[in-house]
């Protein structure tokens, strides 16, 4: 760590004690000044909670009297719940359907998107706007969408072309795929941005060797766009992942957890344990839980695609 | 993005086969619509819906030809769901949100980059250690911080601070500033020094007037996150005086105001986000696409 302001400080006569004066003078005194409102914030807001969050686990507390330590109970209680394994498949399922079905959805739209020469801005700015629209705006139209009758929007249209009409939310085996759908609507454009910058730093001497070499257009995409976008594609693959395990204001809007539980998730347990049922130590159990879960995940994930990934 | 991009998978010459050619034009066509569809759609609707009578809208949603005669939606959203107040709730926190970050990780970058105390490396480990951890382990315990604030002991419930606050801890924004401060050449501040400017001159004459576009992408792109968040506020701000929009607007979808007044307190409360969008779609874009250079 070389000290860039101290340079130019007059170089004091060696082997000098502490100097209050020269240490304030060469930036100490500010640098710690600066300090303060970034510790207290992150103390408070950041680094604390995380610490009272595992402490609280072990607790139980009802705010009122002073918390007690109960051990593993607040875990054993939370594994016990017969509603975990249910909450639990429906997150992997929610995250599977996104991992299938929506995360391509992005790729596909940015390798589009950089062929094209003209109006690329249009197409950027088009396909943008959804991350823009409030998730609780966006939500309340979809719903509204998403009417199962047959005069509903999305049956309307479909039945133009003599499908449906679907029951959307209402039945148990379509309301996750439905939250899928829109949160693939919702999520795609802002990715394929990213895509998009990662995709202008692909080498395009590439793509003239492969010509030479004769590979027509899809073989270029499938040997050379692709390969070069890896680590990209991995990283938020990664991110989409935690993402989706997490995932709370969707169903929360859209279903609370119905029909018959269909779309209830880790998260909803957590927020239901928390500020339903006023059970914190449990609330803040599920969540280590799961934090554990996604951190595993991530170190695995991080073994497993350090392998294909470009060096 | 704008820069001139010299080729990408289809070549020059591929591009003058006809063939190519045609497949091209469709499939930019039809993405061209595809996005129109689901970008613009659904905003065009909630204007068209905020504009048309209930009924109207439950009877034939996809309908294009309709008569905007209900202009009192927007009034009675405006002023009888409080949609208005519940809008300016939501600039404030915004506004708020967007300052409390940017003095913080202004203040956590610059020091990181710029002074670097010895201590330095622990600050910035433990900032960046808060980049891993899930939101999740926290928001239980955040939630009990604002209660009863330790040491304090004073409740920010029901204040606009239990927003303003935690969203100072911004660890990706600290990462983003600390590399653009980081680019910054030495020499400038150096000089600086030399002319006897102390650390606080030089961020406010030479490090932040040279970091305005990131500035800028950060503002942008925290007033529209906060304008999004959803359940902190409402775990935080249960006085419906104080909530914001977000919060607002799905408690009038399960009341019993009338559908027309619900879809057009949901178009206001789109519209100005959108705007915000229109204006400085550069600036979005290219924060998006940075923030993303960052994350990979």
């Known amino acids: 760590m070389t000290k860039t302001l101290e340079a130019a400080a007059p170089v004091a006569k060696r082997r000098k004690r502490f100097n209050a004066a020269r240490w304030a003078r060469g930036g100490g005194l500010h640098a710690v000044l600066l300090a303060v409102p970034v510790v207290l914030v992150y103390a408070y807001f950041s680094w604390g909670p995380v610490i009272q969050g595992l402490v609280l686990s072990f607790q139980k507390t009802n705010l009122i009297q002073p918390a007690e330590w109960v051990g593993w109970s607040n875990f054993t209680y939370v594994l016990a719940d017969p509603g975990l394994v249910q909450a639990s498949l429906n997150t992997a399922y929610f995250a599977l359907l996104a991992l299938v079905f929506g995360f391509p959805v992005p790729i596909v739209l940015a390798v589009l998107v950089n062929e094209l020469r003209k109006y690329d801005a249009l197409y950027n700015a088009l396909a943008y706007l959804p991350a823009i629209v409030p998730p609780v705006a966006a939500i309340l139209l979809w719903k509204f969408f998403y009417d199962p009758d047959a005069t509903g929007m999305f049956n309307t249209a479909l039945g133009w072309i003599g499908l449906g009409p679907f029951p959307w939310l209402n039945a148990e085996h379509s309301a996750m795929p439905s939250i899928v759908l829109y949160a693939t609507w919702a999520g795609a454009g802002s990715t394929a941005i990213i895509y998009i910058a990662a995709l202008s730093t692909v080498r395009t001497e590439l793509y003239e060797a492969a010509e030479i070499d004769g590979a027509g257009i899809w073989r270029r995409v499938w040997h050379i766009t692709l390969p070069q976008l890896r680590n990209v594609i991995f990283v938020m693959m990664l991110l989409q992942l935690i993402g989706t395990f997490q995932i709370f204001t969707e169903p929360f809007l859209f279903t609370g957890g119905g029909p018959n539980n269909a779309t209830q998730t880790i998260l909803l347990k957590i927020y239901n344990y928390a500020f339903v049922n006023g059970d914190f130590g449990a609330a803040t159990a599920l969540s280590v839980l799961l934090a554990l879960f996604l951190g595993l995940l991530s170190v695995a994930y991080y073994f497993v695609t350090k392998r294909w990934s470009t060096s | ?296």
């Open chain 2, 1 to 296: 993005m704008t820069e001139l991009k010299e080729r990408g998978v289809v070549s020059a010459s591929d591009r003058r086969r006809p063939l190519v050619r045609t497949w091209f034009g469709i499939a930019q066509t039809a993405l061209l619509i595809v996005l129109i569809v689901s970008g613009l759609g659904p905003l065009l609707w909630a204007a068209k819906a905020s504009v048309s009578p209930s009924n109207d809208i439950v009877s034939d949603p996809m309908g294009i030809w309709f008569s905007p005669n209900d202009w009192g939606n927007l009034a009675l959203a405006w002023n009888g769901a409080r949609i208005g107040q519940s809008l300016g709730n939501t600039v404030i926190l915004a506004v708020g949100s967007t300052l409390s970050t940017l003095i913080v990780s202004v203040a956590a970058a610059f020091l990181l980059s710029v002074l670097r105390p010895t201590w330095g490396p622990w600050l910035s480990g433990a900032i960046l250690a808060t980049l891993f951890l899930p939101g999740v382990v926290s928001f239980v315990p955040l939630y009990l911080t604002i209660l009863d604030m330790p040491l304090l002991h004073v409740s920010l419930q029901d204040t606009f601070w239990a927003v303003w606050l935690p969203a100072g801890a911004s660890a990706f924004n600290v990462v983003v500033l600390k590399r653009f401060f980081d680019s910054i050449p030495r020499e400038y501040m150096e000089a600086a020094t030399i002319d006897g400017a102390g650390p606080l001159r030089i961020l406010t004459l030479v490090v932040l007037p040279l970091s305005r576009p990131i500035l800028g992408v950060i503002v942008l792109l925290s007033i529209v996150g906060s304008w999004k968040e959803f359940l902190w506020p409402m775990l935080v701000l249960s006085n419906p005086d104080l909530q914001p929009v977000s919060v607002m607007l799905p408690r009038l979808a399960t009341g019993n105001s009338p559908l027309a007044v619900q879809m057009a307190a949901v178009f206001l409360s789109i519209i100005i986000p959108v705007v915000l969008f229109a204006i400085f779609q550069k600036q979005f874009l290219r924060g998006v696409g940075t923030a993303g250079g960052v994350k990979g």
